[in-house]
């Protein structure tokens, strides 16, 4: 099966300018995730989509970051303004999961992610 | 909420050694422990996961060791290969949707 594909694999902006990444899940996947991964630490998840639909943005920066997935399958992340913090590798996962609660889990599978500089 | 705590940092070993990556969590709700292996470049893929109703899980030469009463699991790899060399991270199951939280990361270096 083809993987999870993202897009661009490279972006370097100046602070205050705006950004996009794109997130193709792997078909049939019904719940996409986005990371954000600091260098040299784990990925901390920033949103989680089942379908269409957001399940938890909790963690998500809200006056600076949002995202979508139109029609239940490709995804975008924004940042707008982007801040010199906002450095990371930003990743996209997807997995067949429909949660039912906390008691169920079926494996992420990730893209290679989006290298983002701020400078 | 959930904390995943991962030891050690750095781990060098030689070519046909054992490789152990130990990680403990907070919260006695989580019930999945996956580990990830992430090569430069690329994002993190899954290697091997356990669910808090099994005590051990072998794949050929990784296994995986969960103590729900201690609340740490680990990893073991055997017989290790230069192409082991990779970043590994753990994870737990945490809050309110069960999501995912990783531990900062253990860099394997296999020598040859």
């Known amino acids: 099966e083809a993987g999870v594909a993202q897009s661009p694999r490279y972006k370097i902006i100046e602070k205050r300018q705006s950004v996009a990444f794109w997130c193709n899940p792997i078909?049939?996947?019904?719940?996409l995730y986005w990371y954000q991964q600091i260098l040299g630490q784990g990925p901390k998840l920033l949103i989680q989509?089942?379908?269409?639909?957001?399940?938890?943005d909790s963690q998500l920066p809200k006056d600076r970051f949002s995202a979508e997935r139109l029609k239940g399958v490709d995804s975008t992340l924004k940042i707008q303004p982007a801040k010199l913090e906002d450095s990371a590798v930003y990743l996209c996962?997807?997995?067949?999961?429909?949660?039912?609660?906390?008691?169920?889990?079926?494996?992420?599978?990730f893209g290679n992610g989006t290298r983002l500089t701020v400078t | 909420g959930e904390n995943v705590e991962q030891h050690p940092s750095t781990l060098s070993v030689q070519e046909g050694d054992s490789a152990v990556i130990k990680c403990t969590y907070s919260?006695?709700?989580?019930?999945?422990f996956p580990w990830y292996k992430q090569e430069l470049g690329k994002g993190p893929q899954l290697i091997i996961d356990?669910?808090?109703?099994?005590g051990e899980k072998k794949d050929q030469r990784i296994a995986v060791t969960l103590n729900k009463t201690a609340k740490h699991f680990s990893l073991h790899i055997t017989e290790t290969q230069p192409e082991d060399s990779a970043v590994y991270f753990c994870?737990?199951?945490?809050?309110?949707?069960?999501?995912?939280?990783f531990g900062k990361g253990t860099k394997l270096s296999v020598k040859p």
């Open positions: 996962a997807s997995s067949l999961g429909l949660r039912q609660g906390p008691h169920y889990n079926s494996p992420l599978h």
């Open positions: 078909s049939g996947h019904a719940t």
């Open positions: 989509f089942q379908n269409n639909g957001v399940v938890d």
């Open positions: 919260d006695s709700a989580s019930n999945y």
């Open positions: 356990i669910r808090s109703n099994v």
């Open positions: 994870a737990a199951s945490g809050g309110s949707q069960g999501n995912l939280i």
